[in-house]
């Protein structure tokens, strides 16, 4: 009688998987910075976090670059909390001392405006965005940083 399959994942072949895919990430990234001369040495990056799998990745992807990286740069990991309601606020900082980054958190009730200000019924990306990146880039400054993650929220 034949056994019926079982959905158990071979780690090994996860791992490796995993493996692949990081190396291939940090190939690209890689070939960004050097392509348009993105980091330098004596670079203050700062990294923005909003707690989703692509910053975390961006982050973990620098942060081996820079262990692995003839350029001599700092990194440290900015997240805004909004104030939006339910967001786990120990989430970020708990991981972010556990791998061992610099990191500051800053709190704006941006949440707060925007409901305040948008029309009933409409969007609110446009305003969030613009309070975001606006405190953002006065974080940036404030913390001497001259590389930044920032990006355009679509």
Sequence with gaps: MNEPK?????????????????????????????????????????????????SYT?????????????????????????????????????YLKSVGVNFHIVERDTYSIVKEKAPEGKTTCSMCSRLRRGTLYETAEKLGCNKSSIRPSS
């Design 58 to 94: 961006m982050l973990e992807i620098l942060m081996q670059i820079q262990k692995a990286s003839v350029f001599n740069f700092e990194i440290i990991a900015v997240n805004l909390d909004q104030k939006q309601p339910g967001f786990p606020e120990h989430v970020l900082p708990e």
């Design 6 to 54: 079982t959905d158990v994942v071979d780690l090994a072949e996860l791992a490796e998987r995993e493996s692949k895919l990081n190396r291939k990430i940090k190939k690209t990234v890689w070939n960004a910075i050097n392509e348009f001369n993105m980091i330098e040495s004596g670079d203050r990056m700062m990294v923005c976090l909003s707690g989703g799998k692509d």
